[in-house]
């Protein structure tokens, strides 16, 4: 089923038009904010690293459906890893719906609000766990061993970026951020 393989493309398509639509209709209701800024700490290197995560991801992708080499694990495996993808397509929307003062590089301006909810209230990174599912979706639908590395570097990146934000957003929020951490988990709610 080689040709079918290549829907997966379609559904990065999607994840990435939701993503980018999302964000430039609510940018166009925005006003620029300027100035003041305060970034995270190494929140260009985080980017960076994050970065070459979804670049492996999508030369591992590449490589394995050129040479129509796609490792079948289970029965229904493309079914989910596409569950998977659309799940983190939908976070991530969500979240962006409810947090209009997203960037690529963690920082905060003297107009920033602390997002709480909507799926904040639940986790407080949805953003990095909707790009955490598109990468398990696609290793679970082409598993492998460099999509499966790409995807632990694609959560090691998340998780190393939320650490750098919870530290600046410390720093701009205190005890706000501090109890809503307290109530929330970074990624899984309840567990982590």
Partial sequence: MANFDYFIFILHSVFWLSFVLTR???RSGEKDKGGGQTAAPYSRALVAFHGTAFALMYIGLNIALLSNRVPAWFSGQRLVG???M????VLSTSALLHFR???FRAA???NHQLATGGPFR?????IYMG???LALGSAVWVPTPMVWTAFALMAIGGDLRARA???LLTQVFGSAYQEYSRRTRRFLPGIY
């Fill in 82 to 84: 596409s569950l998977i």
């Fill in 108 to 110: 905060v301006d003297k």
């Fill in 122 to 126: 639940l986790l407080r990174h949805p």
């Fill in 101 to 103: 003062s997203w960037r």
């Fill in 24 to 26: 430039l209709l609510l």
């Fill in 165 to 167: 934000e919870e530290t």
């Fill in 86 to 89: 659309l799940a983190g397509a």
């Fill in 131 to 133: 790009l955490n599912l």
